[in-house]
């Protein structure tokens, strides 16, 4: 009796969530499999079975290699600027202060809101009539450039934004990860005579080695899968200069309606996340900090 | 010296976080035509154009989408909470043959972008006649919501121990009864931070909203603040623009400013344990 009624209670309660998650996620993750194999435009249900035609476009698809490219350009610049400002400014958090007490209840504030008014915000910022040439015509610049409007600069504004834009979210990160190194560890170095940048690239920098590991991976995660800030502010333009795997998926999808080709985008896009991940954790395998046994 | 520069270095980034927001703010209280003409001008104070919000309010349809907004918020979590809490108690207190393998597929989601899967979606919604409906967007929100919440009620639950399950059940509560009775209000703290967590994250949803909700009465606030930007060009009169801003922009800052300190939490318990 008890037996029958404790499984009728986990049927119940499980039914809910594994239906809509069922129905909504694991069923459409299937059929993503099943749709990158057809050739199928429009609306109709006229689809064909092309086995992996649409995978031999995509490998000899320009553009989708130069939004690839893109893509790893924003990682590695944008990454790096993130990572170098994210531990200079949980450091000086470290000394505390007015100063470092208001940056602390301030430096979410960009990640919480709406990432679509981040990219309207940045959008106006770069306008030719906007807040920065505003500025830079204030102090004598007489000829700004256009940013968004300039294929040589488009990506990397779109790159200033995304790195306001996660900035504090990566400060938080470090700030907890230099907090979670003893004190004496920093007292004992002190009395060795390391201190300055010694103590930081001998003790600090590899200390933080789990945090950068998670920091990394969410680069990757954020950066690749980036879509609406392109999309707002450059629809990845001018002429393709700034277009990005998902924008590229988008216009092709809902665009041009080539719902058989779009998948395969959204396939090829998924292995890339997924390989440089693999890469990440290899080059993160071991905790150089902690001696093998 | 040194504490002068930490200082200094600390106070440029605080104006690089605020001043575009402030700017926004001021704008959006500026004639429409000064924003772009002289964007560093502060609104004249016995000008200040509160139009400029009952303009975005009611001719820009910003009414429609912040109601919107709350109603599709607000209804998938009022759906998520209890689903995603009774399977995170079943899966972190009944273990079952195949629990494991279950517990698992319920965290893939969070392994692939929505990208992937975003054309299939698209035409099951089509299919089932949900495409472009508040009601739609509710259950593909509930949908990809379940995974994060049922991992962290699950944490949650799982550091309940099994005696106070034990000694409800004693005192005559059956399985159900312990659960809503006992077990959930003692995870209600679990409850707040997911709620919050997970609100905001669909109050500024815009990917999923872009493809599936596409006609002017059940666009969300993420969808309407762009269509301003091209709606408006033409008369280049940005002020409704900027005043939609602050109203998608207000309600979330206000939430974080009070649960600020959870939401650090959280936030960092996520990523580390993640």
Redesign the interface.
């Known amino acids: 009796m008890d037996r029958r ?2 499984t009728a ?2 049927v ?3 039914a ?3 239906l ?2 069922g ?7 299937l ?2 499999v099943q ?1 990158s194999t057809y050739r199928w435009r429009g609306l109709s249900m006229n689809r064909q079975f092309t086995g992996a035609e649409n995978f031999k476009r995509l490998f000899g698809d320009q553009v989708f290699w130069q939004s690839v490219g893109h893509n790893l350009w924003l990682l590695l610049v944008c990454g790096v600027v993130t990572v170098a400002l994210s531990v ?2 949980a450091h ?2 470290k ?1 505390g ?1 007015l ?2 007490r ?2 602390r ?6 990640q ?6 981040v ?7 770069f ?1 030719p ?3 920065l040439n ?2 830079l015509r ?1 102090i004598g610049v007489t000829k700004p450039p256009t940013w968004l409007g300039d294929p040589k600069l488009a990506l990397g504004a779109v790159g200033a934004a995304f790195v ?1 834009y996660v900035l ?2 990566y400060v ?2 470090f700030a ?1 990860g230099l907090q979670s190194i003893p004190e004496d560890v920093f007292e004992a170095a002190e009395l060795d005579g390391s201190k300055g940048m010694h103590r930081f690239t001998r003790l600090t920098w590899p200390l933080l080695w ?2 950068k590991r ?1 920091a990394v991976v ?1 680069l990757v ?1 954020n950066v ?2 980036v ?2 800030l392109v999309f ?1 502010m450059t629809r990845g333009g001018p002429d393709r200069k700034s277009e990005v795997m ?1 924008t590229y ?2 216009e092709q ?2 665009t041009d309606s080539q ?1 058989g080709y ?2 395969a985008l ?2 090829g ?2 292995v890339v ?1 997924m390989a440089l991940s693999l890469l990440i954790l290899f080059i993160f395998r071991r905790d150089p900090t902690t001696r093998k046994a | 010296m040194r ?1 002068l520069i ?2 200094v ?3 440029i ?2 104006l ?3 001043l ?2 402030l ?2 703010v001021w704008s959006s209280l500026k004639p429409g035509d000064r ?6 001008q502060l609104p004249a104070m016995n000008d200040l154009r509160w139009s400029n919000y009952g303009k975005a309010w009611t001719e820009a349809g910003i009414g429609q989408s912040f109601w919107n907004s709350v109603v599709v918020t607000a209804a998938s979590l009022v759906i998520l909470l209890p ?2 809490a ?2 995170a ?3 972190a207190k ?1 273990p ?1 043959r195949g629990s494991k393998l ?1 517990q698992t ?2 965290m ?2 969070m392994m ?2 929505v ?10 919604l089509k299919d089932l006649r949900l495409l472009d409906s508040l009601p739609g967007l509710v ?2 929100y ?3 919501s ?2 994060f919440t ?1 991992f962290v009620l699950g944490g949650f639950f799982q550091a309940l121990p099994n005696e106070l399950m034990e000694a409800a059940m004693i005192d005559g509560c ?3 009864k312990t ?1 809503w009775r006992v077990m959930l209000p003692l995870a209600r703290p679990g409850l707040v931070v997911v709620g919050i967590f997970v609100g ?1 994250g669909l ?2 949803e ?2 999923l909203a872009l ?1 599936l909700n596409n006609s002017p009465q059940n666009k969300t ?2 969808l309407g ?2 269509n301003l ?1 091209m709606t408006q060009q033409y008369q280049s009169d ?1 002020g409704a ?1 900027f005043a939609g ?1 602050v109203i ?2 207000a309600p ?2 206000l939430v ?1 400013w009070f649960f ?1 300190d959870r ?2 939490e959280a ?2 318990a996520g ?2 344990k ?1």
């Open positions: 009624g404790r209670f986990i119940s309660f499980l809910p969530a594994t809509i998650y129905w909504f996620v694991v069923w459409p993750f059929q993503a749709f200079g400014l000086a958090l000394g202060g100063a470092g208001t940056l209840a301030v430096y979410l504030f960009p919480v809101i709406s990432l679509v008014a990219a309207v915000l940045w959008q106006f910022i306008n009539q906007g807040l505003g500025g204030l306001w504090g979210f938080m990160l907890a789990s945090v998670v969410y995660v690749m899968n879509f609406a707002l998902l998926l988008y999808a809902f719902f779009a998948t959204a396939v896009n998924f996340i | 504490k930490v200082t270095v600390l106070v980034f605080i690089v976080v605020l575009p927001l700017w926004v924003i772009l003409g002289a964007p560093w689903i995603s009774m399977a108690y079943v899966l009944y079952f279950l597929v319920f893939g989601q692939f972008p990208f992937l899967v975003i054309v299939p979606l698209f035409f099951l259950s593909v509930v949908a990809y379940l995974s049922i059956s399985h159900s659960f905001i109050w500024n815009y990917s493809v606030l993420p603040i762009p930007t940005w623009l801003l998608v922009m979330v800052l974080y600020r939401i650090h936030m960092l990523a580390i993640g």
